[in-house]
């Protein structure tokens, strides 16, 4: 009789354990809370990826395709895990879909319950939701999605255009410490693609380190030799309402000029990744550990990073903590063969 | 004192790492400093960085440097371009307060009577002399053209004539120039209890010892009232 497993979140990580543990002919239940798979990427209707700026649906609609057309897979849209419960070595789990209740026996559990963004309206120094030019990096994505990516305010093309690194990430007013590791290689490539939509339209980068970690430094080069995108360093200490429908970004250049008060066009803020209310809710159903930072913890994170406090029950994904799609989908993998190699030896 | 061929006086190293030390060793130093990523958000924040060549970043950077020079070179004028509006503090994203800082440094400079408090605070002597006298901080002949200028430009019309003005006033006033309130001579004696434990009278000699004989004087009489 073929494996049961459980994979909790359709985005990246969830779409690529999905598909290689039924490829191997286990029978694997799909939960995801959305209508649709995708995860972050299919919500925010991401376009042209980092590092190589290959349209999002290579990655993104390829993984949809492949996991929507798997008869091995059972895909519960619009659900959740309302029960769980261990059973010896297996999990009894109780699905709540718009079909009703159903209640199975797994032989392992996948979490891949992702972040969600930072809420830029937590800071209130960077007026997110009092100025409509203030966006920040996932509108800029969904605006680019749609194919307009004109002023917010008055829909006109912007003459200038900054980026505000690290915000939500890197600040402990907010409560998170750490980096979110894309938002710097997301703004780079998000400057890159406005100024090649608005030839004329300035781009500045406000950061306090430039994180474009590996190879994608070369989208940072690129961005300044090729695009001429003005990299300043000085964190952003608030936006104010500036003349002729601007905004004004006030801070110090603490290389260069010192104190500024620039007036900016559009405003796009680097929110970083969040656990989300999701982490503590899986924790708390699948008695799973929360790491300081609000996201799920490996048992150990260099040795077993996939695998959680409980036996049978794996993690991949940005639940684990801010991470690119291409380690989302390795991590995806990983985690399929640890609850592959689980669910084989509990038979 | 050792003094260099442009007659500046020579501030020896070991002085130097002294004030430091001072500074370190300060109860609120551990809290104040922590890690600092260079970020400028309290400098972007702070209201003189507008107008003066002054940031709380470099304080903050400074102090980290543990390093005496860096640090007494703050000592004469930076420290106190500083409004102590805690700005700073406020919005550190790591937790830092600059200002914090300042305010530990300014203590050592008035509790050592450096020159640069000195000068700071020679416009407060008036005020102090009030306080200690009458307990009040600010009476209308306290309104003299010469001094506080940024008070604007009437302060010479509004220097004239202060006891017509004072009568005109459209509600009770004492009728006198040199009082805005009376103040019991106990509570005057609370005040002076405090300011000894406080330590404000040794403040003040130290950094104004002419002042301080007056107020002293003034002290005796009233506690022995
Ligand atoms: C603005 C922005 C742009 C980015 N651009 C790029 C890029 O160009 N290239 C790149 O490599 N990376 C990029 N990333 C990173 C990328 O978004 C993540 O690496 C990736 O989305 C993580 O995949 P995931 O499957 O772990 O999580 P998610 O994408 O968050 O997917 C999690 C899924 O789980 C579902 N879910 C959550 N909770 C539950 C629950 N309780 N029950 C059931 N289902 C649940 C969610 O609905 C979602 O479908 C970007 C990130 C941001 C913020
Ligand atoms: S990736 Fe860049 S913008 Fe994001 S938190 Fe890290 S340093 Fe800040
Ligand atoms: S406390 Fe001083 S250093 Fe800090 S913001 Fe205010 S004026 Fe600037
Ligand atoms: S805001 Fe804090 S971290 Fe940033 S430069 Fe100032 S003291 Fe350093």
Redesign the pocket.
């Known amino acids: 009789m073929a494996e049961n497993i459980l994979v ?8 690529q354990s999905a598909t290689l543990l039924a490829d191997l002919g286990v029978n694997v239940s799909l ?4 209508s649709y ?8 209707k ?1 376009k ?4 190589d700026m290959q349209p ?1 649906d290579n990655v993104i609609g390829e993984l949809i395709r492949k996991t929507e057309t798997n008869s091995n897979i059972k895909i519960y849209y619009s ?3 309302s029960d769980f419960k261990e059973n010896g070595k297996k999990f009894d789990v109780t699905i709540k879909s718009p079909n009703g209740n159903e209640t199975k026996t797994f032989d392992s559990v996948i979490v ?6 930072f809420d830029p309206a937590r800071d209130a120094k960077y007026s997110y939701q009092l100025f409509d030019d203030v966006i ?3 509108d800029l ?1 969904r605006m680019f999605g749609e194919g307009n990516v004109n002023r917010p305010s008055n829909g006109q093309p912007p003459k200038n255009v900054a980026f505000i690194l690290c915000v939500g990430s890197r600040d402990r007013h907010v409560g998170n410490q750490y980096c ?1 590791r ?2 710097c ?2 703004s780079v ?1 998000q400057a890159i693609e406005l100024r090649e939509h608005f030839p004329d339209c300035e781009v500045y980068i406000f950061y306090m380190d430039i994180r474009t970690y590996g190879f994608f430094e070369d989208l940072y080069w690129e961005a300044m030799e090729e695009h001429d995108v003005q990299i300043v360093k000085g964190r952003v200490a608030e936006i104010t309402s500036g003349p002729n429908n601007t905004v004004i970004c006030k801070g110090e250049d603490t290389l260069l000029r010192g104190p500024f008060e620039i007036p900016f066009d559009m405003v796009v803020l680097a ?3 969040e656990g ?1 209310p ?1 982490s503590p ?2 924790a708390k159903k699948l008695g799973l550990e929360l790491d300081e930072h609000g996201f799920l913890k490996p048992q150990n994170v260099t040795l077993a990073p996939f695998k959680s406090n409980k036996k049978g029950v794996f993690l ?4 684990t903590g ?7 989908i390795t ?2 993998g990983a985690a399929a063969m640890d609850a592959y190699v689980y669910a084989m030896k509990n038979k | 004192m050792e003094y260099d061929e442009n007659g500046v006086s020579i501030v020896p190293f070991e002085f130097k790492k002294e004030i430091f030390e001072e500074a370190r060793k300060d109860f609120r130093y551990e809290e104040y400093v922590r890690g600092c990523l260079n970020c400028g958000v309290c400098t972007g924040g702070c209201p003189p960085h507008r107008f003066f060549d002054f940031s709380p970043r470099i304080v903050l950077q400074n102090m980290k440097s543990k390093d005496p020079e860096l640090i007494w070179t703050m000592m004469d004028e930076y420290i106190w371009a500083c409004f102590q509006c805690f700005t700073c503090a406020m919005i550190c994203p790591f937790l830092n307060n600059p200002g914090g800082v300042i305010a530990i440094l300014r203590e050592i400079a008035v509790r050592r009577g450096f020159e640069s408090a000195k000068k700071v605070l020679k416009p407060y002597s008036r005020v102090l002399l009030k306080l200690t006298a009458y307990g009040n901080q600010l009476s209308p002949d306290m309104i003299q053209p010469d001094f506080f200028p940024d008070w604007g430009p009437h302060i010479g019309y509004a220097s004239t004539d202060l006891p017509t003005k004072r009568k005109a006033i459209p509600m009770p006033t004492l009728q006198v120039t040199n009082l805005a309130w009376d103040v019991a001579p106990e509570t005057m004696k609370e005040l002076y209890d405090i300011f000894d434990e406080a330590g404000v009278f040794k403040i003040i000699e130290s950094v104004d010892p002419s002042l301080y004989e007056i107020i002293q004087d003034i002290v005796d009489d009233v506690r022995s009232s």
Do not use: W
Not at chain 1, 8 to 15: E, Q, R, T
Not at chain 1, 31 to 34: G, I, K, T
Not at chain 1, 316 to 319: E, R
């Open positions: 909790i979140g359709g985005g990246p990580a969830g779409m939960v995801e809370r959305d798979l995708g995860g972050n990427p299919k919500k925010f991401y042209f990826l980092f590092p999002a659900s959740e895990v891949a319950t992702g972040f969600e963004h920040d990096i996932k994505e979110s894309v938002c290689t997301v490539k929110s970083g990744m989300g999701q809710e899986m991949a994904g940005a639940c801010p991470k690119a799609i291409s380690d989302s991590e995806g």
